[in-house]
């Protein structure tokens, strides 16, 4: 006998996923963010959308109750300013709520342990958020680029990226992989604890992996979620599904071994006072 919705939806970690713009929040339009939440519900998980117009102390208390993130695409580009480089000419207009957003949720998630999956400008923004810089525009900055962004949209471009080992190699079981591409930036400089785990053959950096931290990071260049029958695709989310498990986990086991367990709201560890 099938459960009921909600106690099937008990089990499942939820995934906090923000909108992708502020403009798409406000006019309700999920057909982009609805492949984010399509993955993660097919991996497992619970999806929860992240409002960008929260206040910071409405994101922070909401921040407490996931059990992982994924951080989306953007037609936006991070603010050049973030990381001290002047704004090129062909860069996009920033969105400083999604920004916001993203580098609150990450404050709160790379030190408790819980894992992340950050994806085309997701990775670009978790990057800039640990102090590293963007490649602003891939064709005017590389001598020999390949195309990353094909001129239809509506047809993603493909190219080879080569791994080099990390949790990526041992997810993916092979060194090189086929990748759909719809980007113009990347990172340059990896942010502090960012190890570069795959390249495309121009030497774009295609994935990093956070490795100074108890959590699960991995960010990717490529769309995953636009790949639902992608064998790769289906295993990044599953396991990031599967870390939130454990990293939750383990944190009930700290609560439950802990005579004054610390708990969100009382992060001293101390008793409170009536």
């Known amino acids: 006998m099938l459960k009921p919705r909600s106690a099937r939806l008990a089990g499942r970690p939820r995934v906090g996923v923000p909108w992708r713009t502020v403009k798409q929040e406000r006019a309700r339009d999920l057909r982009l963010n609805r492949d984010y939440l399509r993955a ?3 991996a497992g998980g619970r999806p929860v ?11 922070r208390q909401l921040a407490r109750t996931l059990d992982a993130i994924v951080l989306p695409g953007s037609p936006a580009d991070v603010n050049p300013k973030r990381y001290r480089a002047r704004v090129h000419t062909r860069a996009a207009k920033p969105d400083v709520r999604r920004e916001n957003t993203d580098f609150a949720l990450l404050k709160h998630a790379l030190p408790a ?24 525009d891939i064709p005017s900055e590389l001598r020999r680029p390949l195309i990353h962004s094909a001129s239809d ?7 080879q990226v080569r791994i ?36 495309a053959p121009d030497g774009v950096i295609e994935a990093v992996e956070w490795t100074r931290g108890p959590g699960w990071v991995i960010g990717v260049q490529w769309h995953p979620e636009r790949m639902p029958d992608n064998p790769l ?25 802990s005579a004054n367990p ?7 560890g101390r008793k409170r006072v009536p």
Do not use: M, W
């Open 262 to 268: 610390v708990r969100p709201g009382n992060l001293s």
């Open 113 to 136: 342990g819980k894992p992340v999956l950050a994806i085309c400008y997701g990775v670009q923004s978790l990057n800039v958020h640990l102090g590293g810089s963007l490649i602003q």
């Open 40 to 42: 993660v519900r097919a």
């Open 164 to 199: 080099q080992g990390g949790r990526l190699a041992q997810i993916a079981g092979r060194a090189k992989i086929t990748v759909n591409s719809l980007h113009h930036q990347s990172v340059r400089r990896p942010g502090r604890g960012l190890r570069v785990t795959a390249r």
């Open 153 to 159: 949209h509506h047809a993603d471009a493909t190219h």
């Open 233 to 257: 695709a289906k295993k990044l989310f599953r396991r990031l599904v599967s870390e939130a498990r454990s990293a939750a986990a383990r944190r009930r086991g700290r609560y439950a071994g």
């Open 49 to 59: 959308q992240v409002s960008l117009l929260s206040s910071p102390a409405k994101l």
